[in-house]
């Protein structure tokens, strides 16, 4: 089967909501075949992940509570893309703000999908190294810890299944594939 023959084209659409940031569509759509079906899902503006590694190895990390799912979660910093900002940008501000560290050394992992069945958003995931300590700059109502965790902390966490946010696992993944030697990426400097 080739890929057009899987391609839903939009027939028409409207916005069911818009909040602060998310806004709900529903499209009609029309599939190869000749039907038609209705699509929700929520257009989201982009957002970042990073993955913060200390010089001895240790990775800086975030304890939030997430709303939707009630409980405190282990994370790796992140947060939305600002209008006009790029990635890049996004990476090295979410990293003070949340943790007050900034990085010599960036590194571009790759992107995710997270939700691609109910959302349009899309995280990039990055890395950072030569980490230097400073003051954090949270929004305002944003509460969160940061924490030191060994990557062998972590895996062991995720074997536990305790570690449940899965843009932090794939992160998680990402580190041991490119520790492993068998997924590469390139460093440059500060963002």
């Given at each position: 089967m080739d890929d057009d023959s899987l391609?839903?084209?939009?027939?028409?659409?409207?916005?069911?909501?818009?909040?602060?940031?998310?806004?709900?569509?529903r499209d009609v759509i029309a599939q190869a075949g000749g039907h038609t079906a209705t699509r929700e899902y929520i257009v989201h503006p982009g957002a970042v992940m990073v993955v913060?590694?200390?010089d001895d190895g240790r990775l800086v990390m975030e304890r939030q509570f997430r709303y939707p799912v009630?409980?405190?979660l282990l994370e790796f910093p992140a947060g939305k893309l600002d209008p006009g900002e790029t990635v890049a940008h996004c990476a090295a501000r979410e990293l003070a703000e949340e943790t007050g560290y900034t990085a010599s050394q960036?590194?571009?992992?790759g992107l995710v999908h997270n939700a691609c069945a109910y959302s349009d958003e899309r995280i990039e995931l990055w890395f950072a190294r030569g980490l230097q300590p400073g003051e954090r700059r949270l929004d305002e109502g944003e509460l969160l810890d940061v924490?030191?965790?060994?990557?062998?902390?972590?895996d062991a966490l995720a074997a536990r299944g305790e570690l449940t946010d899965a843009k932090t696992l794939i992160g998680l993944q990402w580190l041991q594939k490119w520790r492993a030697g068998q997924w590469p990426l390139t460093w440059t400097g500060p963002a």
């Open positions: 391609i839903e084209r939009r027939v028409s659409g409207e916005q069911v909501w818009r909040g602060h940031f998310l806004d709900v569509r913060p590694l200390l009630g409980r405190v960036w590194a571009r992992a924490c030191l965790v060994s990557e062998a902390e972590l």
